[in-house]
């Protein structure tokens, strides 16, 4: 059974940072494109970032350049995003996708596999 499992959210204030991750199980995410998407309350979901099956191409949401960065782990099958300089309008949930392609997008139809969520709320 394919399975993502989000890990790492909570509450944090602004300028702080989060390390999310995401394992998956019942399939090896060595030949996935991985993604992280958020919703925020009220508003439709959009892509954060994403990283090719080997890592070596990254793609990331204007809105977080340079504050987030994602990595991947294959051998723990486990993809990372790491958040630095927190804003408040970084809160929502976060999910956490597989594209079954070499190369990511951030669009929401090219990826079959979805975690649950988890949430990340940025607020002093």
């Known amino acids: 059974q394919v399975q993502l499992v989000e890990s790492g959210g909570g509450l944090v204030q602004p300028g702080g940072s989060l390390k999310l991750s995401c394992t998956a199980s019942?399939?090896?995410?060595?030949?996935?494109?991985m993604a992280w998407f958020r919703q925020a309350p009220g508003k439709e979901r959009e892509g954060v970032s994403c990283?090719?099956?080997?890592?070596?191409?990254?793609n990331f949401a204007d809105s977080v350049k340079g504050r987030f960065t994602i990595s991947r782990d294959n051998a723990k099958n486990t993809v990372y995003l790491q958040m630095n300089s927190l804003k408040p309008e970084d809160t929502g949930v976060y999910y956490c996708?597989?594209?079954?392609?070499?190369?990511?997008?951030?669009?929401?139809?090219?990826?079959?596999?979805w975690g649950q969520g988890i949430q990340v709320t940025v607020s002093s």
């Open positions: 996708a597989a594209h079954p392609s070499p190369m990511g997008t951030l669009l929401m139809d090219d990826y079959p596999y």
């Open positions: 990283i090719s099956n080997l890592g070596d191409q990254r």
């Open positions: 019942g399939f090896t995410i060595d030949y996935y494109a």
